[in-house]
């Protein structure tokens, strides 16, 4: 609740240089400050601090940010806490928004409910010491599962007496209120008036959250009723939300970190047991299938998890669906697969810490070959199941960011199926197609207007037949575009010098500026971003790169709404990861404009006149490249109309392009030489 006024001063007072300088012992060199990554384990300073554009970047692991995502990447804050230490450093005194008197009660509804928990948990813990019952049957239960007391201690383990309302009434006594009882979960209502506990005769395993507080519970019943549910939990409540929950991850963090590595396990009991075993670095999904906001907790502490496994394939190939969630949101995943019939927790009581250790260590393997060994053995000859199996795998394949880690998986994969490469990698371009297609929001090709407005007669015929020529046009694989470079050094300009006013001279196919009537370069003065823009909105002119065209789009916006200059830092501090990432590679990579122009001309050129013509260049360069893909288009196209008249329009159009392709590349030349 740190207001918008606060929060930009925090931000201004902020050195970046200085704040990182806290954690990491930097040099100054050149322009950068420069020392080892925190993040990874170097001897060589890789890790690179730029004071004057307020971001850090690691060469070698890539790990990248401002200093707010410094703090909460080495530090673990949340955004609130970065930025109260910030605050604290600077001096600066935070001004909280006024709570309005709803936020007040709820805030005091959340504290009764944090306090009746953390009551509960100790009231839990000391009857497995303190009462009879609770030693003879919930302390021998965990005794008979080979827990020690101090690992019963450090799970804050319990007990809740096999009595109706043993505990209500002992809350009640102690002053918590009905109301809170109830929306914790912890008191069952009964319309008839009637009260009991919800946990009776269960052994309770407290859920804390990442700083240690209790928020719910897990109770495992010991009784043989047969119809009672091996496991309750708590409902969600104000406090409680399982989904964004990991069970063991508050005992687990410092080991997470300091291993860089995470072990995914399915219950409760594993977790403690892999923790007792000395795996400490090991978390559970609270009784929910994993999701994303999971994914993303475990995240703030590594990117590496190992997923354990039971030798039960029906149950492996149920958590698949999961692991893809896991590489969606960018984590290496590998997995381990206990024998048959066991699991972490039996695996450990069956034959010690040290074995446990060593499997975990000697078994680990790669998820995407485990997966593919996995459905590959049961096609037995089925091609359509063997259809079915490949595109399952494609479509993990896909997920890998990592386009050489990906090729690797593709020649694997292929040999573990027994089928060519190139099909796999066929299936593979089809699907990041697919995928770039969606994430492109189903852009309409960039060829419909444009084919039909230069076209002679711009007949509804024409934009059909340049919708079904959109449709057969075969997909090639995105990452071998050779436009992608051009993308990118355009991306670079706007980002790098966006804000700077520039005189460009028209040419054409460049409409933002005006041309006088000699034909003569009229030197009108825009920013860099205002020209680009300009220039690719009007020639309706798409990003084959997702991430370029989110950057592109994000300019257009600001600059349609009437932003002279547009602030790098929106997307330093923006919520897409792949869109910070590469910013600040681009912001980092440091755009040299490019030093041939001194060479081609006889007066030496300003740096103006240089970004100027590298602007130029880049525009023209783009637009010829894709004016070389609507004229192949047209080419494919052409054996498969059968009617003169629609030859004619395409042969005509064909035509314009060609004449306009050649000004360009007139203008082009122009340029460079
Ligand atoms: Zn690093």
Redesign the pocket.
Known sequence: MINQETIQRIMDATRIEEVIGEFVSLKKRGANHIGC?P??N?KTP??NVSPSKGIYK?F????SGNAVGFLMKHEHYTYPEALRWLAKKYNIEVEEEKLTEEQIERNNERDALFHVSEFAQKYFASLLYENEMGTAVGLSYFHSRGLTDKVIKDFGLGYCLDEWENFTRHALANGYSENVLKKTGLTIFKDDGKTYDRFRGRVMFPIYSVSGRVLGFSGRVLSKEKQAAKYVNSPDSEIYNKSHILYGLYQAKNAITRQDKCYLVEGNIDVISMYQSGVENTVASCGTSLTVEQVRLMRRYTKNVTVLYDGDSAGIKAAFRAVNMLFEEGMHVRVVLFPDGDDPDSYAQKYGSTQLQDYLRDNETNFILFKTKILSADIKGDPIRKAEVLSDIVRTVALVPDLMERTEYVTQCASLLHIPEETLQNELAKTLNRKLYESLNHKPDEGDKDLADNGAQPELQAKEQAKEQAAMKPVTPFMINPAQSQENKIISLLLNYGNEVIAIPSSPGTQATPQNDGGEAAAEKYTVAQIIVGELLNDQLAFVDPVCQLIFNEYAKRLNDGETSVDTQIFVEGENQQVRDTVISMMMDEYTVSDKWREKHIHVPTKEERIGMDVQESLLTLKIKNLYIKIDDIDRQFPYLTDDNERLILISQKMQLMNLKQKIGAALNRVIS
């Open positions: 990554c993040f990874h170097e890789s890790f690691c070698g692991c890539g790990e």
